[in-house]
């Protein structure tokens, strides 16, 4: 299992410098985002980073021009097409950097579309809508050779993927390749009776992870147990990227660096212990 860091989290003054850092200190890839970020800044991003590390995946949906854009579930076609659209782009962008795929929240709190019901309902309505975006997207994302990935959220901020499950239930549905499941530690804290039971309910279906602690910083900052979690990620056969997503305690940017130093060797210790088990 592979270590990453999302760019914004990352010790530096500029692109190459956190690179350099994130290399330096043993991690394996850099995850970029698309919140206010245009295609043309990701690309610049990427020429930055110049190698020095994998770029693993992209973060989130935007418009070309780096607006945010999650109405894949909206009622009105046109911003349903705008997202799947910007989503295709930054799904090309992945496919010619390498990277695993793009992970993307289909919606942010509450439904948004019309209760039709007795004809169809909104957990239906969104669901049909969900597979026909995941129709489109996951043939295309096939075709760049990436990953079109679907984060299940904690209740807190969207009310339609939470468990693993439902992840699993939409790929299961869609039965078209290209789409993936991003597994985040912080929300399935929240989500999942035991994280442990639901990442080996998940096997074949994780391509991707995002680390946190319950604090929503960094790991080893709070009291997930990783170790049990990451032995079962290791029977399952995953060797994919695991990418911090979270705040850095500290009070200066130089406390973040030491504390953001400390918690990635907390966290290969925890690999190693997984190992050991």
Avoid at 15 to 20: E, L, R
Avoid at 88 to 96: A, R, S
Avoid at 203 to 228: C, M, W
Wanted: proline share 5%; glycine share 8%.
């Amino acid at each position: 299992m592979k270590i990453a860091l999302q760019l914004g989290l990352i010790p530096g003054s500029s692109v190459s410098d956190k690179a350099k850092w994130a290399k330096d200190h043993g991690v394996e890839g850099i995850e970029l985002g698309v919140f206010g970020v245009s295609n043309e800044k990701l690309r610049q991003q990427a020429d930055e980073i110049n190698g020095v590390l994998p770029i693993c995946s992209v973060c989130a949906n935007a418009t070309p021009e780096g607006t945010a854009s999650f109405d894949f579930l909206h009622p009105e076609k046109t911003k349903r097409r705008a997202s799947i659209d910007g989503s295709k782009e930054v799904l090309k962008f992945c496919g010619e950097v390498g990277a695993v795929g793009q992970i993307v929240p289909p919606i942010f709190g509450p439904a948004v579309v019309p209760d039709l019901s007795p004809v169809i309902s909104v957990a239906e309505l969104e669901e049909q809508l969900m597979l026909a975006a995941c129709q489109e997207l996951g043939p295309y994302a096939a075709e760049n050779k990436t990953l079109f990935m679907l984060e299940p959220l904690n209740r807190y901020e969207q009310h339609y993927l939470r468990k693993q499950s439902d992840g699993m239930r939409i790929i299961d549905a869609a039965q078209v390749p290209g789409i993936g499941l991003l597994s985040d530690f912080f929300h399935m804290h929240i989500e999942e009776t035991s994280s442990p039971n639901a990442f080996r309910n998940a096997k074949g279906y994780t391509t991707s992870i995002h680390l946190a602690d319950n604090t929503r910083q960094e790991p080893g900052t709070g009291d997930i147990d990783f170790v049990s979690s990451f032995k079962v990620l290791l029977e399952n056969g995953y060797n994919g990227f695991m990418a911090y997503e979270c705040g850095i305690s500290g009070d200066s940017s130089e406390e973040k660096a030491e504390n953001l130093a400390k918690s990635l060797d907390y966290v290969r210790d925890c690999i190693a212990k997984a190992k050991s088990l």
